[in-house]
């Protein structure tokens, strides 16, 4: 069973997600174990302290090395190969590939969630990836360690149920967007399902497929295709 650890300040905004759907599916079956551990608990003083203002001014408040190091360490403690991630805008671009690679992994992950102006730089001592949904900045790190931990377990197998679930997906390849695809009635309000794939013929259907979502990839991604490109 894979352990994911939350390192947060809002447990609560987990519970939704983590009891629901997929997730909730999966810690069921006994794919993953989900555990959030609340920052707060490890602060200073009779306020559980967990932030103060930076070492050479500026804005807003840091998250303190102290709080931060002994929620990992009660972590490590639970799943002692488990690595550290953080969450972070400036961590590498998080894609479908680091996705497949985390969920083939045996070890489970520990992620922390920043807060305010960030934390103070010598937690990274026990961080292994810094990682970033994207170049925006949010609140806090939650929302980005949801968003990673929902593209890991699904990808583990016997997690979605069909064998070839998440291989037919967008970003699958790494290069191309998914095919379009249709389900009953076979026409709605004048739209009609393409014929070819009504017809049983399986070679037709998957070269309609493959066109389509090469089709869809330069309409909509065209990157995606120059990326491939350049690796040949």
Known sequence: MRKFQIVTL???????????SMMRKAQKDGYVELLT????????GPRRTVDDTPYGGGDGMLLMVEPLWRAVEQAKENDPTARVVIMT???MRWKQALAQEYSEQDHGYIFICGRYEGYDERIMALVDQELSVGDYVLTGGELPAMTIIDSIVRLIPGVLGG????????????????????????????????????SGHAARIESWKMEQALERTRRLRPDLLDKGDSRR
């Open 163 to 198: 064998e070839n679930s998440a291989a037919i997906e967008s970003f699958s390849d790494g290069e191309t967007l998914e095919f379009p695809q249709y389900t009953r009635p076979e026409e709605w309000r004048g739209m009609k399902v393409p014929e070819v794939l009504l």
């Open 89 to 91: 805008p400036r961590g």
């Open 10 to 20: 809002f447990p609560e905004m987990f519970t939704g997600v983590f009891g629901g």
């Open 37 to 44: 551990i609340n920052l707060r608990e490890f602060g200073l």
